[in-house]
């Protein structure tokens, strides 16, 4: 067992390897035909916007007024990788305007949950919802899972009797590189809703239907309720796409 261990870790780590250098070669490649030119700008972005992070700024072995080499953008790629920060290090060169070259460095973050939300109408406890996205991707996951999670929470109300349970998620853009999930868990708009009859037990306990005069009766189809809530929720939106 242990020597399986050791040969799956020997596994990812030479997979980590060779994603590297499979990035490394196509960030050179792009380079590649400027090789021996004078650096005339280098820019530094991340997600397509400036930064003057100087924890990535001062790894960067590229500099202005020297010659472009091959060498110096692959370890410029390798030291931003071993931050553990960036999932992608996007490199384009371009002309630049006295016959040297532009070098542009386009750094793509990891994005990682900062908090995960549960909303309406659960069936299920959030703490169980929570536990079960935590013990497969973790507290925080990164955001590229969220649509695996969002499958596994779906197979989570299947198991517990839930058979048309929807899942529908917002992200939400956050600081920096975290962002909030929160999922919203409702019937299907096409569910019918069907009227229980209470044992005389309990329905000697029930305080009754509120009768409100602007409410109308409820519906036996969900999304007919739903959209109700909606208009009533907010009358001025409703109101100015001539909904009432």
């Given amino acids: 067992m242990r020597r399986c261990h050791h040969r799956t870790a020997r596994t990812l780590v030479l997979l980590a390897i060779a994603v590297l250098c499979s ?20 820019q530094l972005l991340v997600e397509n916007k400036p930064t003057v992070d100087t924890t990535v700024l001062d790894l960067i072995e590229v500099r202005r007024g020297d010659a ?37 460095i386009n750094l793509i ?3 990682t949950i900062q908090k995960i939300v549960f909303a309406g109408t659960l069936g299920l406890s959030s703490g169980e919802l929570r536990s079960t996205v935590a013990d497969r991707y973790g507290a925080s996951p990164p955001i590229g899972r969220v649509d695996a999670a969002v499958r596994t929470l779906q197979q989570l109300y299947l198991d517990n009797g839930y058979l048309r349970a929807t899942a529908h998620r917002v992200q939400l853009a956050g600081a920096d590189e975290r962002i909030a999930v929160p999922y919203f868990f409702n019937p299907r708009l096409d ?33 007919r309720n739903a959209w109700k809530s ?3 929720a907010h009358p001025d939106v409703a109101a100015a796409h001539g909904y009432v």
């Fill in 23 to 42: 990035r490394s070669s196509r960030a050179q490649s792009v380079a590649a035909q400027y090789v021996g030119r004078s650096v005339e700008d280098v």
């Fill in 68 to 104: 472009l080499s091959a060498a110096a953008v692959r370890e410029s790629i390798a030291h931003v990788f071993s931050l553990g920060r960036f999932q992608d290090v996007q490199v384009e060169a371009a002309p630049g305007a006295a016959g040297g070259v532009v070098l542009r």
């Fill in 109 to 111: 973050p990891f994005h």
């Fill in 191 to 223: 569910a019918r809703i069907p009227v229980l009859t209470l044992p005389d037990e309990l329905a000697a306990e029930a305080r009754g239907v509120s009768v409100d005069p602007s409410n109308e009766r409820i519906h036996a189809v969900y999304g």
């Fill in 230 to 232: 909606r208009v009533r």
